[in-house]
């Protein structure tokens, strides 16, 4: 029966290895599914190497969060989770988009107005903003900044050329996006896995959205895994990410 089991297991890993490691591309691959296999996994980066008087660095974890003398920024929605770095003061411009910003039938701004970002989307700014240095984290500085490690990766304080984030998805449901209550659908991997299907994901608009309602960074992305490549939150083929959101 073990024997079994070991089999079907290795008969299910062959094809998954074969498909590879591509940081980039989709479908879940292995050591990608873990913070270690992220791009998020600065145990061996410069700006994070042990520092045997402070007994910091070369951890995993450490640069985000620490099990002790957490820092508790004011953020909205879910509280920063044992959070570490350095919180980010920056002022931001905001996305005013197409329709996003005017006005509604109703005299309302579609986008509410939001002016800066909020909640869980500040903890990412905190460093993608590119304002806080990388090694701030656990009371040091740090020199390296996100623009000198991955300049692509740095959205800058101009938010207006980025998705807007921070605003309450109920209040824009006239720009054409589905239901809070809408359950989606995502690519998974046909019979001989050749081909791809769409298939409920039996989750809901409402689980993309922090505890207020609101759409942030990770609405699209989550900080610990990279199985579907930058990070995202579901597989991004035939652009289902967007349409688990809008109906188009
Ligand atoms: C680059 C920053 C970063 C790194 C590195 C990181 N995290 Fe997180 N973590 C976050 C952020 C941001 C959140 C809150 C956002 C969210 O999950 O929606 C979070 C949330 C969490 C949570 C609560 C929510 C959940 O997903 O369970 C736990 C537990 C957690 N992290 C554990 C870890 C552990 C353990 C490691 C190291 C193996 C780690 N994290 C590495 C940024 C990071
Ligand atoms: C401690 C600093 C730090 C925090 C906090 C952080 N990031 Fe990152 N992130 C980085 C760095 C540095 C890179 C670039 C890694 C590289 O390319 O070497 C990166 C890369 C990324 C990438 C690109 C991945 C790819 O495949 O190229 C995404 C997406 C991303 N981060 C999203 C987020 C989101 C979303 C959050 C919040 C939930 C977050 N990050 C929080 C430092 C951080
Ligand atoms: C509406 C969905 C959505 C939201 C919200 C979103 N992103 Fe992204 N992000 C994406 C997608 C999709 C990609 C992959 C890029 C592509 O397909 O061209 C990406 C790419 C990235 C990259 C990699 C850029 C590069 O070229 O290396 C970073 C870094 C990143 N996002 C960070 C963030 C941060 C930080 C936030 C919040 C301030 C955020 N994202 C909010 C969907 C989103
Ligand atoms: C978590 C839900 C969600 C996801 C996922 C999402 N969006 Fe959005 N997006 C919204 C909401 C809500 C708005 C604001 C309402 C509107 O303008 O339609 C918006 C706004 C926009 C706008 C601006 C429209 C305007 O009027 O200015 C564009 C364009 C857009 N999204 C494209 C995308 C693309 C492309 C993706 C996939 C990479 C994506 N969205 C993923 C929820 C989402």
Not at 7 to 18: D, F, K
């Amino acid at each position: 029966m073990k024997k079994l089991i070991i089999s079907a297991a290795l008969g299910l890993m062959i094809p998954l290895m074969s498909i590879g490691q591509s940081t980039l591309g989709p479908g879940a691959t292995g050591s990608s599914l873990t913070v270690a296999g992220s791009p998020h996994n600065f145990s061996g980066q410069t700006w994070n190497s042990y520092n045997s008087t402070t007994m910091q660095g070369g951890q995993i974890c450490q640069p985000c969060h620490t099990p002790h003398n957490a820092i508790s920024p004011t953020i909205t929605g879910n509280a920063a989770p044992l959070w570490n770095h350095t919180f980010t003061t920056a002022t931001y411009s905001m996305y005013t988009g197409f329709e996003f910003g005017t006005l509604t039938t109703t005299g309302a701004y579609i986008g509410y107005g939001v002016t800066a970002p909020d909640g869980t989307s500040k903890l990412c700014l905190s460093c993608h903003d590119g304002s806080v240095a990388l090694g701030a984290y656990g009371g040091q500085t740090g020199t390296l900044y996100m623009n000198d490690v991955a300049p692509g990766a740095n959205l800058g304080t101009d938010l207006t050329n980025d998705h807007p984030i921070s605003f309450p998805y109920d209040s824009v449901v006239a720009g054409g996006v589905h239901d809070k209550n809408f359950i989606y659908s995502q690519y998974a991997a046909g019979g001989s896995g050749t081909y791809v299907t769409y298939t409920s994901s039996g989750k809901t608009v409402g689980s993309k959205l922090d505890a207020n309602g609101e759409v942030q960074c990770t609405s699209c992305h989550g900080p610990h895994s990279n199985s579907r490549g930058y990070q995202l939150s579901m597989d991004n083929r035939g652009s289902a990410l967007c349409l688990s959101c809008h109906k188009k």
